[in-house]
């Protein structure tokens, strides 16, 4: 049996999880630019700073496909598509609230 991926709910999930990964500040992995490295676990100062945005999008990607294909086609044919950006405002309005510091 194939598994069909509502886009509307996929986008919906996905924006959801990126807010959450990115308030909290959950990464799976941890990438050094400076050294182009990789890696589960923190490195040394010497590697210079990590950045999180990669993980967070993988996760939010991985997390998001999951759920889509779970959830039985019956419901996601009563989603209404237009309304998929909804969650992506409110992810984007949390993400604005929490980094306002680096505004004021």
């Given amino acids: 049996m194939r598994r069909f991926i509502s ?13 959450v990964l990115a308030i909290k ?3 799976l992995f941890y990438y050094y ?3 182009q490295e990789v ?13 999180h945005w990669y993980a967070w999008i993988v996760t ?3 997390v998001a496909t999951v759920l889509s294909a779970l959830v039985p086609r019956s419901w ?12 992506a405002v409110f992810a984007i309005i949390a993400i604005l609230i ?3 510091k680096w505004f004021v």
């Fill in 7 to 19: 886009p509307a709910l996929f986008t919906a999930i996905f924006t959801v999880t990126y807010a």
């Fill in 39 to 51: 890696s589960r676990t923190k490195l040394t100062m010497k590697s210079g700073p990590s950045m």
């Fill in 76 to 87: 996601t044919k009563s989603l209404d598509r237009s309304l998929a950006w909804i969650p």
């Fill in 60 to 62: 939010a990607f991985v």
């Fill in 33 to 35: 630019p400076l050294v």
């Fill in 98 to 100: 929490f980094e306002k």
């Fill in 25 to 27: 500040d959950w990464t």
